[in-house]
């Protein structure tokens, strides 16, 4: 009698790969996951005070104006750099993220600082846990690169912000997926770069540890806005922190600032 049984292992889905991913990055030292320190928190409630949705260009303080007692969602956008701040200008925060150690760094500095703060294990794929009209604001770090569709998102944004809140969110351009390797000097990918419908890619992303990853449109990423039904008041470009594509001064990310009618 034949006893051998086949070994069937159910495939994890690209956000837990990427959830996991981060986790790791963020334990080996991760820019993105480092929390802000005592001293950055005191001059943010002094009124001293920067925050980044792209690598290098801060996020002009006119975008948020006055934060106090205001309800801000924090997408995707744990790590305890940007939100203790907002926390610090008097606004009342929640942050959603799908990575543990992402939320670990924000209530590593919600407790020292002694703010109260929501803190919440999410998928911005699947419908976000609030009610409609939640939200002042929303602030989403460059993110999307991590999901494969994202209208889905933006319409979610959009039903739970109040008229007149506010969406602000960073980009990636997509120039990024271009190329495979740290010199950023020869193009070996075409576009979209989706893993999920390209062997190559997803051969790509497990060799430099990537996670899973995404490029998007502009169609996409602004369009997408405007089908959700927000209304575009503001952007800029940014490039990369270091490297090639940095040094030629090459506009990979792009920061958008909408607002719900």
């Known amino acids: 009698m034949n006893t051998n049984k086949e070994n069937k292992t159910e495939e994890k889905s690209y956000q837990e790969i990427n959830s996991e991913t981060i986790d790791r990055w963020v334990k080996e030292g991760w820019e993105w996951g480092k929390p802000i320190d005592h001293e ?51 606004a009342r925060c929640t942050v959603l993220d799908n990575s543990e150690e992402q939320l670990n760094r924000e209530r590593l500095v919600s407790q020292r600082e002694g703010y109260p703060f929501t803190i919440l294990k999410g998928d911005m794929t699947k419908p976000l ?4 009209e939640t939200f002042d604001v929303i602030f989403n770090l460059v ?39 740290e010199q950023e000097t020869t193009i070996v990918n075409s576009l979209p770069f989706n ?34 039904g927000f209304i575009l008041t503001d952007l800029y470009e940014d490039t990369n922190s270091e490297g090639h594509l ?12 909408a607002i719900k009618p």
């Open 40 to 90: 950055t928190f005191l001059k943010a409630k002094q009124g001293q005070w920067d925050v980044v949705l792209t690598p290098a260009r801060p996020v002009p303080h006119e975008w948020l104006k006055d934060l106090k007692g205001k309800e801000i969602l924090g997408l995707a956008s744990g790590g305890g750099q940007q939100m203790p701040v907002f926390a610090a200008l008097g």
């Open 129 to 132: 846990p609030f009610a409609d």
């Open 143 to 181: 993110s999307f690169c991590y999901i494969e569709e994202i209208l889905p998102v933006w319409k979610e944004c959009y039903r739970i912000l109040k008229h007149g809140g506010i969406l602000i969110s960073g980009q990636d351009k997509g120039i990024n997926y271009l190329f495979a390797d």
């Open 195 to 228: 893993p999920l419908e390209n062997e190559d890619q997803m051969r790509q992303c497990r060799e430099t540890d990537s996670g899973v990853q995404f490029s998007h449109t502009l169609e996409e990423e602004i369009g997408g806005q405007l089908k959700a």
């Open 246 to 257: 940095h040094d030629l001064h090459i506009p990979c990310f792009l920061a958008t600032r």
